[in-house]
């Protein structure tokens, strides 16, 4: 089928990630199976892949595009990455050989306008992965408060006019005008400085975006249950796109790297910590200029790679 969306670091991935031929691997967010493709193809016949997303379209295009593929190679299940072990569960599955999730939103989701992601496209104010869970971004903005929107856009999008941003939103909001994305677009660029305004709006968009999925939270616990389902020697694999859930990802991979938390000034290790994880390349890896050039979208992804122990 007519591809929909590039996906990023594809060689890279694989190359950090399949580390046996016979494992069990998780894609958490398989999307348009760009990542699991290859998974599959550096798979033998006893190797199996498990895919994940809260996208039905991205699953149903998955199936299609794994399709070729013995159907006992590979399983599909609806839902966020963060459930992984529920489905791990269902399979009697105890332990996998590697994890990767891209934490990126999918091009087909930014270009649907009806979808709400986008400042460029006119629609619903609706933001979910998932239609069928959770509040609406309409929602969200129309049941806030003024601080509590600001202290989203400041957390979330690292936006420094998050006040003034926050007071305009809940105006409109007040006045029932908060219902569209170009509504909200309207919002933002009337209470800043046309200057950085494209990335002002990207930032805010992407402020509610994560609010609106729980994101974070959702990153968090994957990261936890990830340290647990790993085997020895399996690989987790994590895509980042902005500096606050790479920030999180780098924080963890650290954390978990180190055989002592013990204050300096200790003399001796009282905590008894050991190291759980090994981080292959510490500042992670970008994507080629080449890369770059014929998809422009993947210039912000990092890619970070930690080896269980």
């Known amino acids: 089928m007519q591809e929909i969306h590039k996906t990023v670091l594809r060689e890279e991935t694989i190359k950090n ?30 190797g199996k892949l498990i895919g994940i997303d809260l996208d039905s379209y991205a699953l ?38 590697g994890l990767v999730v891209d ?37 969200l903005l129309n049941d806030i408060d003024e601080y509590e929107l600001g202290k989203i856009i400041k957390d979330f999008g690292e936006e420094k006019a998050y006040r003034i941003i926050a007071k305009n939103i809940i105006k409109y909001s007040n006045e029932g005008n908060m219902n569209t994305t170009y509504q909200l677009k309207d919002a933002i660029v009337n209470a800043t400085s046309p200057k950085y305004i494209n990335k002002t709006l990207s930032r805010v968009f992407q402020s509610i975006r994560i609010k ?27 895509i980042t796109f902005h500096s606050i859930e790479d920030s999180i990802v780098k924080h963890f991979f650290k954390k978990n790297a180190t055989n002592c938390i013990c204050p300096h000034s200790f003399p001796v290790c009282i905590c008894d910590e050991k190291a759980k994880l090994k981080i292959i390349k510490s500042k ?17 992804a990092r890619l970070r790679i930690a080896e269980c122990l």
């Open 17 to 46: 990630l399949v580390m046996n031929k016979e494992g069990i691997y998780i894609d958490g967010t398989i999307g348009f199976a760009g990542h699991a493709e290859l998974i599959l193809k550096n798979l033998n016949e006893n």
């Open 212 to 238: 609106v999925n729980n994101e974070i939270e959702n990153l968090n616990l994957f990261l936890q249950h990830a340290l647990r389902y790993l085997k020895s020697g399996g690989r987790l694999v994590v």
């Open 103 to 139: 934490l990126g939103i999918s091009s087909y989701q930014i270009d649907s306008g009806h979808r709400g992601f986008s400042y460029m496209n006119d629609g619903e104010l609706d933001m979910r992965f998932d239609k069928s869970k959770g509040i609406s971004a309409k929602e």
């Open 284 to 300: 992670g890896i970008l994507p080629s200029k080449n890369e770059i050039r014929s998809n422009p979208r993947a210039r912000s």
């Open 60 to 97: 149903k295009c998955s199936k299609n595009n794994l399709s070729k593929f013995p159907e006992k190679s590979y399983s599909l299940y609806k839902g966020n990455f963060s459930q992984f072990p529920s489905f791990l569960k269902k399979l009697g599955i105890t332990k996998v050989d």
